[in-house]
């Protein structure tokens, strides 16, 4: 076995003396059926001896497939069809036989920190020969992790080797293409918006590979999803002019849904050169401007998506009035954290900007926005397979998320600004998202949601997990009502599952940062009980909430 994830797995085969790689690659829960029906499936094989070479620039040729020093070769692929698919149209899946390359690749060496500047200069320019060559046939790769960029060595010089095509856009319609396992056949994968899955900070028309590679590894993350203000700014600009890489910032203006035009690429593509033969060192921030109190080694970790168009299955809550009555369940996602504030901004636009709700500002096309471009490390992602080691390392505080909603990085805007251009036609109106806190008390009310924090502790020694939710009203029997996305819990009691759920008011607020047993400001009290204290299979509220607020200008 040399990987296994999202939908693939690959393994290492010796072919008539050829070391192979083969990847096995399902695209339908139908090849996963317990009992398979093997007589229903047909198989449909294409040699690489089959096709001609797509040239640079061809758009036109048929029987042609991507060949180039920086691209994967496929020798082979079997196509997996059900036989009542008479015109082959929808595939089930991939058996493809690849060119077998080193045991790492561009993550591994880049988060074991194992690259001299110029190695990573010729890496950069293979990957950019890669891009530029299936640019010009009509293939965009919409998966720019560094996972994806396999390295071989090849008389001790690193090349590097573009794979992975299960999610692209591609433009000429040849069925070579799909037919030779670099392009996925079928009627799901022909809208666009099918195809906007892939990693959290590298999914669609990202560079952001880019930065990792002439950055260390923290400092590629502080720079792209740390908020910070104008001195930082200008202080982090001063140690990349030393470095002569100020070419790496953004220089267009993207088209909406931050995708880049064909002509906006080839001008980026022509900097990203230029960066190469002229930075100096590698990029490398002071502790002071990068994350705090992050772990390193947990920032070499990405998440594995299987799809990004997931759907929520939503559950009706009556008893909600300025929320939505349908509550996405979040499942086993541990998206709670930008839920709450997708569902928050939804609310906010209505309020503060009188914005008509329209498709592109879903609750789940905000969601989209937060967890794979804003802040890729707010959640465990939308993933219907999800990896434990991946949920662990995620950052999940509300605090967090707000901040990078309201700032800018040093290579990209404020998130607000993010959301704002995620639509297909008009955005929203000019605005500043700001987020104030709210002191949470036993007579406590407000006009309008609010972000809440729930703890909740499972057995006498259990630490407590905690839980975002939404702030919707108060009852008639002194209940807080709360939007709730956790709806499935196998040990807790059903009652605290509710999409609609009651917390008394009165004394349920925990103290998880010192040992005060009450909390006054401006002579409001909250009584505090110690985040140790808190008794089982009963939820308590942080005595903190959050609301979200967008100014005009």
């Known amino acids: 076995m040399i990987f296994i994830g999202g939908e693939a797995a690959i393994f290492e085969e010796n072919i008539d003396n050829l070391v192979a790689a083969v990847r096995v690659h399902a695209f339908d829960p139908y090849l996963f059926s317990e009992e398979p029906d093997a007589p229903k499936l047909k198989l449909k094989t294409r040699l690489l001896s089959d096709y001609a070479q797509a040239s640079k620039g061809d758009m036109t040729n048929e029987n042609v497939v991507p060949f180039h020093e920086n691209v994967v070769k496929n020798y082979a692929n079997i196509e997996i069809f059900h036989c009542n698919d008479e015109k082959n149209e929808d595939c089930l899946g991939w058996i493809t036989i690849m060119e077998r390359c080193d045991n790492d690749n561009l993550h591994t060496r880049l988060a074991n920190e194992s690259l001299e500047l110029e190695d990573r200069k010729k890496i950069a320019r293979g990957i950019l020969s890669a891009f530029e060559y299936l640019g010009s046939i009509g293939i965009t790769h919409c998966d720019k992790k560094p996972q994806n960029f396999l390295l071989l060595t090849e008389n001790n010089c690193i090349v590097p080797k573009l794979c992975d095509f299960g999610l692209l856009m591609e433009k000429s319609g040849r069925e070579s293409f799909r037919e030779m396992g670099y392009a996925r056949r079928g009627s799901k994968y022909r809208n666009k918006k099918a195809l906007l899955a892939g990693t959290p900070g590298f999914f669609d028309d990202s560079d952001n590979y880019f930065y990792y590679i002439f950055c260390d590894w923290s400092s590629s993350w502080a720079l792209l999803y740390r908020p910070i203000d104008d001195k930082e700014h200008n202080q982090i600009g001063e140690i990349i002019k030393k470095c002569d890489a100020l070419k790496i910032l953004p220089q267009q203006k993207r088209s909406l849904q931050n995708r880049q035009l064909p002509q906006q690429r080839i001008a980026r593509s022509a900097v990203l050169r230029k960066l190469i033969d002229e930075v100096t060192e590698i990029i490398s921030l ?5 994350f705090e109190n992050d772990d390193e080694q947990k920032l070499k970790k990405t998440l594995q998506m299987s799809s990004i168009r997931f759907q929520f299955k939503r559950i009706e809550a009556m008893d909600l009035q300025d929320l939505t009555k349908n509550v996405p369940d979040q499942k086993c996602t541990e998206l709670c954290v930008p839920i709450s ?28 926005t937060l967890t794979m471009k804003v802040f890729p490390r707010s959640m465990a992602g939308l993933n219907r397979n999800p990896n434990k080691k991946e949920i662990d390392f995620q950052r999940n505080d509300v605090v967090t998320l707000l901040e990078r909603m309201s700032k800018r990085t040093f290579l990209n805007q404020s998130g607000w600004e993010m959301v704002r251009e995620q639509g297909s036609f008009s955005p929203p109106p000019k605005s500043m ?20 924090t729930g703890a909740y502790k499972l057995k006498p020694n259990d630490k407590p997990f905690y839980h975002q939710m939404n702030f919707d009203h108060v009852d ?14 196998e040990n807790m009691d059903k009652s605290h599952l509710r999409p609609d759920l009651p917390i008394k008011r009165d004394n349920r607020y925990a103290n998880v940062w010192n040992d005060w047993t009450e909390y006054t400001k401006n002579g409001v009290k909250t009584p505090l009980i110690i985040i140790d204290k808190i008794e089982c299979k009963k939820w308590y509220l942080l005595p903190f909430a959050y609301e979200i607020i967008l100014v005009p200008v």
């Open 286 to 290: 002071p502790e002071k401007l990068k």
């Open 341 to 368: 504030v997708a569902e928050l901004i939804r609310h906010a636009m209505k309020k503060y900007l009188s914005f008509e709700d329209r498709e592109e500002f879903t609750t789940e096309e905000i969601l989209i």
């Open 433 to 452: 998202f700001q987020f104030k806190k709210v002191q949470l008390h036993p007579a406590f009310d407000h006009n309008g949601p609010l972000s809440v």
């Open 476 to 489: 008639k029997k002194n209940n807080y009502v709360l939007s709730n996305t956790l709806h499935q819990n």
